[in-house]
């Protein structure tokens, strides 16, 4: 399930675009408690033509996208990415979300609807926000050529 898919066509070679993830993606294992990411964007796994990465959270963010990326090196190199939430806060908003409308069922009352669709929109809002930066740093750093698709 996404929610977020971007196609831009760049100027870099797909070994230019491995090197550059790898500059900006910390690949290592994580640590447990102590996160030092600092001269890194994303952490996560890059293999020669596909990476799933994540952006480094700064402060308390649960809104950032789980990044799918997709290397076509077919005439021009295109990367694919794919963003969607983490599936943690999928499931944490379904069980609220059905929890809420399980209790709107059995007693009506607008002030459950209405802090629903706030946490539904805060949620939605927050998570775009957050592909914003993501496609932000796409665009700056691999030398893009053409956007192709933006959803």
Known sequence: MYFNKLE????LSRNE???????????SKLPYFKFNFTDKLFYGKISN???????VVK????????????????????????????YGNIILISFLTSFILFTEYQNFDLARLIFLFAILGMT???YKVECKKVKKIFYENFGINKVITNH
């Open 8 to 11: 831009i066509e760049t100027t």
């Open 17 to 27: 675009i491995i090197d550059k993830l790898n500059q900006l993606t910390f690949t």
């Open 49 to 55: 033509d596909s990476f799933i990465i994540s952006s």
């Open 59 to 86: 402060g308390k963010n649960s809104f950032v996208p789980i990044i799918i990326g997709e290397i076509i090196n077919e005439g021009s190199t295109k990367i694919v990415l794919k963003m969607r939430l983490h």
């Open 124 to 126: 939605i809002y927050n």
